[in-house]
C-alpha cells in the first residue's frame, strides 16, 4: 500500500524493451489485417463469454448470432473512441520525457503512433461492419466529448483509467476471442494484431502511472483517487447510453417481441458493464497496481464505489471471459 511519496528514476530497460516489441512486431491494417476481407455474418464477432448472449435463453441460434454481431461492432468502436484520448494524453505524457530520458520519450511516441493507427483500423472496421449488417445501427458517443471529459481529470486518475482499458482488452483477448469457435476470422485478427501492440502499451500505461503517482503529496492523491471514481461514474453513463440504443437496434432489426425487449436491454447493459469495467477492476494485475498506488481506506473508496455494478453484473452469476 501507498504510504509515502518517492522519487522514481525512469527504468531504461523496460521502456527500451517496449521499444524493441514494438519494432519487432509492427503491422499494418491492410497487408496483415484487414487482406481485403469482408465480414461474413455467418459468424460470431464476440464470443458469449463477452456479450453474455448465453443469458438470454429465448433468443434463437440466429438471435444470438446477431446479438454477437451488434455487441462486436460496438465493442470495436468503443476502443476506437477511447484511444482518441489516449493517444492525445500519451503524446502530451512523453513531454515530460523530452529533454530527459530519451528512451522513454520514444516509446511513448511510438505508442501514440499506435493509437493513431488502432483508430484509422476501427474506423475501418465501422464501415465494413455497416456494409454487412442492417441499417439502423447507432453509435451515440462522441469520441471528442469523451476526450474532453477524461482529459479534464488529474494525470494520476487518467492514467489509472488507461492502464484499466489496456489490461483489460488483454485479458478478453487472452481468455475470450483467442480460443473461441464460430468467430469471424477477420473479426479475431482485428484483435489479434490489436493485443500485439496493447501488451505493450499497459507496460508503458503502468511505468507512467507509478512516476505520476511519486509526485504526488497525500491531499493530491486523495483527490485523485475521488477522480478515478468519478471517470468510472462517467464510463458507465456512456454504457449506459450505448446499451440501450444498440439493445432497440437488435431488437428491431431481430424480431424480438416486445415481451423480451426489456431483458434484452438489461443483459446487454450487464454486458457492458462487465466488458468495460468490472472484467478490468477484477483484473488481478490491475488490482495489484492500483493497491500499491493506494491507502487501504483510499482502496476500499474504489471498492465501495464499484460495489453496486458488481451487483449489478454478478445478479446472474458471476460471468467468465471464457
Not at 505524457?93 to 529533454?99: A, L, Q, Y
Not at 477522480?227 to 468510472?232: A, D, G
Given at each position: 500500500m501507498q504510504t509515502a511519496t518517492a522519487t522514481i528514476v525512469?527504468?531504461?530497460?523496460?521502456?527500451?524493451?517496449?521499444?524493441?516489441?514494438?519494432?519487432?512486431?509492427?503491422w499494418d491494417i491492410d497487408r496483415d489485417v484487414i487482406r481485403g476481407r469482408h465480414f461474413d455474418l455467418a459468424h460470431k464477432f464476440l464470443p458469449d463469454g463477452l456479450s453474455l448472449a448465453h443469458e438470454l435463453p429465448f433468443l434463437t441460434p440466429a438471435q444470438r448470432l446477431f446479438y454477437s454481431q451488434v455487441q462486436g461492432r460496438t465493442y470495436a468502436n468503443m476502443f476506437g473512441m477511447i484511444e482518441r484520448?489516449?493517444?492525445v494524453k500519451m503524446l502530451?505524457?512523453?513531454?515530460?520525457?523530452?529533454?530527459g530520458d530519451q528512451v522513454a520519450f520514444e516509446a511513448l511516441v511510438r505508442l501514440t503512433d499506435e493509437e493513431l493507427k488502432h483508430q484509422e483500423l476501427f474506423r475501418r472496421i465501422e464501415r465494413l461492419a455497416g456494409e454487412a449488417m442492417p441499417p439502423g445501427y447507432r453509435?451515440?458517443?462522441?469520441?471528442?466529448?469523451?476526450?474532453?471529459?477524461?482529459?479534464?481529470?488529474?494525470?494520476?486518475?487518467?492514467?489509472?483509467?488507461t492502464c484499466h482499458i489496456e489490461l483489460f482488452s488483454q485479458a478478453h483477448y487472452r481468455a475470450s476471442i483467442d480460443g473461441a469457435a464460430g468467430l469471424s476470422d477477420l473479426f479475431k485478427d482485428v484483435f489479434l494484431f490489436h493485443?500485439?501492440?496493447?501488451?505493450?502499451?499497459?507496460?508503458?500505461?503502468?511505468?507512467?502511472?507509478?512516476?505520476?503517482?511519486?509526485?504526488?503529496?497525500?491531499?493530491?492523491r486523495e483527490a485523485a483517487v475521488g477522480?478515478?471514481?468519478?471517470?468510472?461514474g462517467g464510463v458507465d453513463g456512456l454504457l449506459q447510453v450505448?446499451?440501450?440504443?444498440?439493445?432497440?437496434?437488435?431488437?428491431?432489426?431481430?424480431?424480438?417481441?416486445?415481451?423480451h425487449r426489456a431483458a434484452v436491454e438489461v443483459n446487454t447493459l450487464r454486458a457492458y458493464r462487465w466488458q468495460y469495467i468490472v472484467s478490468g477492476a477484477l483484473e488481478p494485475r490491475f488490482q495489484k497496481a492500483l493497491a500499491g498506488l493506494t491507502t487501504d481506506a483510499?482502496?476500499?473508496?474504489?471498492?465501495?464505489?464499484?460495489?453496486?455494478?458488481?451487483?449489478?453484473?454478478?445478479?446472474?452469476?458471476?460471468?467468465?471471459?471464457?
Open positions: 525512469p527504468d531504461s530497460a523496460r521502456y527500451a524493451r517496449c521499444i524493441e516489441a514494438s519494432k519487432r512486431i509492427r484520448y489516449i493517444g502530451d505524457v512523453s513531454r515530460t520525457h523530452g529533454f453509435f451515440e458517443l462522441n469520441g471528442n466529448d469523451v476526450a474532453a471529459f477524461v482529459l479534464g481529470k488529474c494525470s494520476w486518475a487518467v492514467l489509472a483509467l493485443w500485439k501492440e496493447e501488451a505493450q502499451h499497459a507496460i508503458l500505461d503502468e511505468l507512467e502511472w507509478v512516476r505520476e503517482d511519486a509526485a504526488l503529496g497525500p491531499a493530491a477522480e478515478l471514481i468519478e471517470l468510472v450505448q446499451a440501450g440504443a444498440d439493445a432497440a437496434y437488435f431488437c428491431h432489426a431481430a424480431g424480438v417481441d416486445a415481451a483510499q482502496m476500499a473508496r474504489v471498492q465501495a464505489a464499484l460495489a453496486p455494478l458488481l451487483q449489478y453484473v454478478g445478479e446472474c452469476g458471476e460471468p467468465a471471459l471464457h
